[in-house]
């Protein structure tokens, strides 16, 4: 009765078990692996966020397929402090990034055709592809520790197939942190030219860089090949309720009008992005930086206590991060990640992720997010240095 695209294993695994009995037992959780921002702490400008949703054309209805154009100019400004010079009808207005996948997937896929995918990489697109019916094939991230995490370029050109379509670049890597170099980036848009493949661009984490890395560097306004770059106000200004993202669509001129013409009949067949927040955008961008800084000031501060925890532990190393929310801990104690998550859970009370979520090869990986608020991250990883020298 039900479509193949549920077919994939939904019974619940050891670690939630034990998650649902720790709960259940009333103990206090110092839970490591919170990312929404609006449950971390941070002192939101209310005031502004009210009076941006109560513009007077929150009451009017002019749907167009691209968005509102008072947003998507908005949205330009935001590339424009990236130094990048885009025109407003190269963006698509979405409800999510989630949903832009969903529109790729539409408009480049037939039923099996082929997307690339990294690897590491947060387990969402194995969902969005399915429920397209695109298959994906992970292309590997090698972990360097001088230089960090880098794309396997010679692995990823080898998987390259008739049925490819398209390469997904998640810039900076979530939960690496690790950004898509400028060599990387000449590479793989040079293969998207040679084998008619797109260039799809996960930027939602853009901002957040890390102190000692260089700055980052957005994809939008990618003249060399057809280029997709995706973001959104859910990580750029910590508001993932009001459900705004967009597509910048890039490229030699005569695919990009293709790849508008026909992505324009996909928008316009759902009109998904709510009349209100489009028309609050340009407000609520102008508190990009307040924002900002303070997630900044969260993720050096607790990456700082982590590494400060680990430092004395041998059998452990904290991989480095160029930006983004997340930072990996290795083990080299010979417990597999999945059995010191649990054991965490069980004596310690406190939840992390293993690296096997994300699809990390190495082994003895835990992630944790630096989001997290500052007292219950120095517990959690108080606890966590703990159970490592034991």
């Known amino acids: 009765m039900f479509s193949s695209r549920f077919d994939w294993q939904q019974s619940t695994n050891r670690i939630t078990m034990m998650l649902e009995a720790v709960r259940r037992s009333g ?24 009076a941006a949703m109560s513009r007077p054309e929150i009451l009017e209805y002019h749907p ?14 935001y590339y424009q402090r990236h130094a990048k010079s885009i025109d407003a009808d190269s963006v698509f207005l979405t409800s999510s990034t989630s949903e832009s996948y969903a529109c790729l997937f539409k408009l480049l896929c037939n039923p ?29 991230l090698r972990c360097d520790p001088n230089a960090g995490w880098r794309i396997d370029l010679e692995h990823l050109r080898s998987l390259v197939t008739s049925r490819t379509r398209a390469v997904i670049l998640v810039n900076p890597n979530n939960p690496t942190g690790s950004y898509v170099t400028p060599q990387e980036l000449q590479t793989i848009t040079a293969w998207c030219r040679q084998f008619d493949l797109a260039l799809i661009v996960d930027e939602v984490f853009l901002d957040y860089t890390s102190a000692d890395a260089g700055a980052a560097v957005s994809t939008a306004g990618n003249k060399d090949a057809l280029t997709f770059t995706l973001s959104g106000i859910s990580k750029i200004l910590g508001l993932p309720q009001m459900k705004l993202g967009w597509i ?33 955008l340009p407000d609520l961008l102008a508190q990009q930086s307040a924002f900002q800084r303070q997630v900044t000031a969260r993720l050096e501060s607790n990456f700082s206590c982590l590494n400060s925890a680990c430092a004395s532990i041998d059998d452990c190393r904290v991989f480095r991060r160029e930006g983004g929310w997340y930072a990996i801990v290795e083990m080299q104690n010979g417990v597999s990640d999945e059995d010191m998550v649990c054991h965490l859970l069980e004596a310690d009370h406190v939840l992390v992720h293993p690296g096997y979520y994300y699809d990390i090869s190495e082994e003895g990986c835990l992630v944790v997010s630096l989001l997290t608020r500052p007292d219950v991250f120095t517990a959690g990883i108080g606890r966590l240095a703990m159970r490592l020298k034991s």
């Open 112 to 140: 099996e055709d082929v997307v690339l995918t990294p690897q590491p990489s947060y387990p969402l697109f194995d969902f969005l592809a399915a429920l397209e019916s695109v298959a994906l094939t992970p292309y590997r």
């Open 27 to 50: 103990a206090e959780l110092l839970d490591l692996t919170e990312t929404n921002p609006t449950a971390a702490g941070f002192i939101y400008d209310a005031d502004g966020i009210r």
């Open 64 to 77: 167009h397929p691209r968005g509102v154009l008072s947003a998507r100019e908005a949205v330009t400004a």
């Open 248 to 280: 910048q669509v890039s490229g030699p001129e005569n695919i990009c009008q293709t790849a508008c013409r026909h992505l324009e009949v996909i928008t316009d067949t759902y009109l998904s992005v709510s009349t209100p927040v489009q028309a609050a």
